[in-house]
């Protein structure tokens, strides 16, 4: 069975059909990603740390704060330390 010149092949329909269904800013958008294809082993390791290091020094800082409001009266009196046994007696 033969195709005539107007029938066109289901892969030729497909083609066709999927150039038609690509919204106008998909070539732009692979275009500009394809410039960032070589930079992004560089970039990626930047955007976690960028990402990550100001939640981790807000966490610190939270932490540092809630010891710090939560300290007992009591480590602001002075201790006076004994040294060696109280109890034994040496003769």
């Given at each position: 069975?033969?195709?005539?010149?107007?029938q066109a092949?289901?892969?030729?329909?497909?083609?066709?059909?999927?150039?038609?269904?690509?919204?106008?800013?998909?070539?732009?958008?692979?275009?500009?990603l394809?410039v960032?294809?070589?930079?992004t082993?560089r970039?990626?390791?930047?955007?976690?740390y960028?990402?990550?290091?100001?939640?981790i020094?807000?966490?610190?800082?939270?932490?540092?704060y809630f010891v710090?409001s939560?300290l007992?009266?009591s480590w602001?009196?002075?201790?006076?330390?004994?040294?060696?046994?109280?109890?034994?007696?040496?003769?």
């Amino acid at each position: 069975m033969s195709l005539s010149r107007t029938q066109a092949t289901p892969a030729a329909n497909s083609q066709k059909m999927s150039g038609m269904l690509k919204p106008p800013t998909t070539g732009l958008l692979s275009s500009s990603l394809a410039v960032l294809r070589p930079y992004t082993p560089r970039i990626v390791p930047l955007l976690v740390y960028a990402t990550f290091f100001p939640l981790i020094i807000i966490v610190s800082l939270g932490a540092g704060y809630f010891v710090w409001s939560s300290l007992s009266i009591s480590w602001n009196v002075p201790l006076y330390l004994q040294y060696g046994c109280v109890h034994c007696k040496i003769s």
